[in-house]
């Protein structure tokens, strides 16, 4: 996630000083903990919290917990990350539904917060969970509100209460208070009420979000803000707690390159929990805010629950065990790896997935230059294939790839690239399938682990390639140079679950979605 990006290589590389020391003196605790506080502080997080959090961690550094520690440098992280998961909010918040419908949540926050994108994502995440949603036009100040929510209603799927034209005209708290009793007659089950804001915190701007907060007496009022604004945040914040008040916070911009301070600062400053966080521009990056999933995040340990949570929702389960039985049997085509490929773009940004895996910090600079439309050009060379191709790509000859790449817009390299990967790939899962453990050009041997095949001889090395293709010959040469770096399982030096890394409840979780027992 960019925007603890900074923070994240701060912290990481405050810890790798701690790695290989047996035991920490006090000098060595007050070094890191200074080190911590200077991270925390130019990430625009407010002071009041950087004191009472660097204070709660050197207490805990010097207690019992790590000087009869095993691993000291592991338990001082572990009080890192669980110091972080208390300053954002502790235990995961949850709407609370009305017993009564419609369930009345209310947005408030400044002008560019992103309220209305976000009353659209907010609509759609409620209805893919069975709810029914009305957006409620209530922001009649803002040129083009009125518009912009109902556009985004419709790309939501969700119906928009819209009386009033906006431009300055309509009374919004007649708009507001018309739009429940509109939802209560038509059964809608939620009401999202998108309200006014300004440029900064006005009188004006508090009495009318006030008027419409005593108008509709919401179940929830949702404290939309900008994660990139630092510590403008603090004050923004509190000048709302007074003014309105507020249940819960919404961060947006979550995928923005700023510090962050607010997402740190916010929680703790108002005492109101961090509901859910808006992480890119599509309706469906928005996501429910589980602290101790976001402390894992910014301290590079990953957040393998969210991934498979994410994998669940987009993959069909039937389709995927079938795909199981072929990569156990080897009989995996490049149909079903295009199956597969559009099943995980519906999980969304492909960065944003990969930043959930233990030690991303090491592959940073490649997420950076990673190119999303990559898949929509290989999903275009298999989809320009005929079927026979698609399961047999032997067949695939010199003018085959070319009409291919004719068909595709792309060039008959590429072409080649893709089929000589995907061949690669096919004699892996055919050692895999007789029992065996493939070697990875790039990653080393395995220690430990048998070669080639299931009977644990060990394969002489084979020279280079001698095709008389040259683009063939330069990837079988290169081999599979894009593995994932063997660093991703060992944030910070640490074992898996000490690591943040799968733990045996999410290994088992994961299993049990890829129909595996």
């Known amino acids: 996630?960019?925007?603890?990006?900074?923070?994240?290589?701060?912290?990481?590389?405050?810890?790798?000083?701690?790695?290989?020391?047996?035991?920490?003196?006090?000098?060595?605790?007050?070094?890191?903990?200074?080190?911590?506080?200077?991270?925390?502080?130019?990430?625009?997080?407010?002071?009041?919290?950087?004191?009472?959090?660097?204070?709660?961690?050197?207490?805990?550094?010097?207690?019992?917990?790590?000087?009869?520690?095993?691993?000291?440098?592991?338990?001082?992280?572990?009080?890192?990350?669980?110091?972080?998961?208390?300053?954002?909010?502790?235990?995961?918040?949850?709407?609370?539904?009305?017993?009564?419908?419609?369930?009345?949540?209310?947005?408030?926050?400044?002008q560019g917060a992103g309220k209305t994108t976000l009353a659209g994502k907010l609509a759609k995440w409620l209805a893919k969970d069975g709810h029914t949603p009305l957006l409620v036009a209530a922001d009649l100040q803002r040129p083009n509100a009125v518009t912009q929510l109902q556009v985004v209603g419709e790309q939501a799927g969700a119906a928009v209460y819209a009386p009033e034209p906006g431009n300055g005209v309509g009374n919004p708290v007649k708009v507001a208070k018309d739009g429940v009793k509109f939802a209560r007659d038509k059964q809608y089950d939620v009401v999202i009420v998108d309200t006014a804001g300004r440029l900064g915190v006005d009188a004006e701007m508090m009495k009318q979000a006030s008027d419409i907060r005593r108008a509709i007496d919401p179940d929830e009022v949702f404290f939309v803000i900008d994660a990139m604004i630092g510590q403008d945040a603090v004050a923004t914040a509190k000048a709302f707690q007074a003014g309105v008040d507020f249940t819960a916070v919404v961060l947006s911009k979550l995928d923005g390159d700023a510090r962050g301070g607010a997402a740190l600062s916010v929680?703790?400053?108002?005492g109101r929990p961090i509901i859910f966080a808006s992480t890119g521009e599509s309706l469906d990056d928005f996501e429910p805010f589980y602290p101790d999933r976001m402390a894992s995040r910014i301290l590079d340990l990953g957040d393998i629950l969210s991934l498979i949570e994410q994998a669940q929702g987009a993959f069909d389960e039937e389709e995927t065990r079938k795909v199981a039985e072929k990569l156990a049997t080897a009989t995996f085509t490049l149909e079903d790896f295009l199956s597969q490929m559009q099943q995980l773009k519906n999980m969304g940004s492909i960065k944003n997935m990969l930043g959930m895996l233990p030690g991303a910090k090491g592959m940073r600079e490649q997420l950076e230059n990673f190119d999303?439309?990559?898949?929509?050009?290989?999903?275009?060379?298999?989809?320009?294939?005929t079927l026979q191709e698609r399961r047999q790509p032997k067949v695939l000859n010199g003018s085959r790839r070319v009409r291919i790449a004719r068909g595709?817009?792309?060039?008959?390299?590429?072409?080649?690239?893709?089929?000589?990967?995907?061949?690669?790939?096919?004699?892996?899962?055919?050692?895999v399938a007789r029992g065996g453990m493939p070697q990875i050009p790039g990653m080393g041997p395995i220690p430990g682990a048998p070669f080639g095949g299931g009977r644990g001889k060990v394969q002489p090395k084979k020279k280079g390639s001698r095709s008389g293709n040259p683009a063939k010959r330069a990837a079988e040469n290169a081999g599979i140079a894009e593995a994932v770096p063997a660093a991703l399982g060992a944030g910070f030096g640490l074992g898996a679950s000490a690591a943040g890394g799968p733990s045996e409840e999410e290994l088992s979780s994961l299993g049990k979605f890829f129909g595996r027992n």
């Open 1 to 110: 996630m960019a925007t603890f990006g900074n923070l994240t290589d701060r912290l990481v590389d405050t810890f790798k000083n701690l790695r290989g020391k047996g035991k920490l003196s006090a000098a060595d605790v007050d070094s890191t903990v200074r080190e911590i506080r200077r991270a925390l502080l130019d990430a625009d997080v407010a002071l009041e919290v950087v004191k009472d959090f660097t204070a709660r961690v050197r207490e805990r550094a010097l207690g019992d917990e790590v000087s009869k520690a095993l691993n000291p440098a592991q338990q001082v992280v572990q009080i890192v990350n669980d110091e972080l998961t208390q300053i954002l909010g502790g235990q995961a918040r949850r709407i609370e539904f009305s017993k009564k419908p419609p369930t009345v949540i209310m947005l408030a926050g400044l």
């Open 267 to 270: 929680a703790s400053v108002t």
């Open 372 to 385: 999303e439309s990559e898949i929509t050009r290989t999903e275009a060379i298999i989809q320009s294939m």
């Open 408 to 431: 595709s817009g792309t060039s008959v390299t590429e072409v080649n690239a893709l089929v000589n990967r995907f061949e690669q790939a096919a004699k892996m899962m055919k050692t």
